[in-house]
């Protein structure tokens, strides 16, 4: 069986100096070392972000794994694990500061 790997992203001006990135990731299912099947998924991760609203700063806000899509990855060889269960939803909060 192969193994497929498709990944798509795009950027957006939503508002002037505000911008939103959107990035999708399709894996299909992988045999693991123990034999089995790790399923195929789909995940869906979102940013909004600001360059200079004000200046030197910059905002940004991600959400990972957006539809909280549970899955997992086929473990190696140094895990005790046959399928290791990934994060489901999460979110990053980014403040920067130039001077």
Same mark, same amino acid.
């Given at each position: 069986m192969?193994?497929? *790997? *498709? $990944?798509?992203?795009t950027?957006?001006?939503l508002?002037?100096?505000? #911008?939103a990135?959107? =990035?999708a %990731?399709y894996?299909?299912?992988?045999?693991?070392?123990?034999?089995n %099947?790790?399923?195929?998924y $789909?995940?869906?991760?979102?940013?909004?972000f600001t360059?200079q609203i004000?200046?030197?700063?910059?905002?940004?806000?991600?959400? %990972?794994?957006l $539809? =909280?899509?549970?899955y997992? =990855?086929p473990?190696a060889?140094? %895990?005790?694990? =046959?399928?290791?269960?990934?994060?489901?939803r999460?979110f990053?909060?980014k403040l920067?500061?130039? #001077?």
């Amino acid at each position: 069986m192969g193994n497929i *790997l *498709l $990944f798509c992203n795009t950027n957006r001006l939503l508002a002037e100096k505000v #911008f939103a990135g959107l =990035d999708a %990731h399709y894996v299909s299912a992988r045999r693991t070392l123990a034999g089995n %099947h790790a399923s195929d998924y $789909f995940t869906t991760n979102l940013t909004l972000f600001t360059q200079q609203i004000i200046k030197g700063a910059e905002v940004s806000l991600s959400f %990972h794994n957006l $539809f =909280d899509q549970r899955y997992g =990855d086929p473990g190696a060889g140094e %895990h005790s694990q =046959d399928i290791i269960e990934q994060d489901g939803r999460t979110f990053w909060v980014k403040l920067k500061y130039g #001077f």
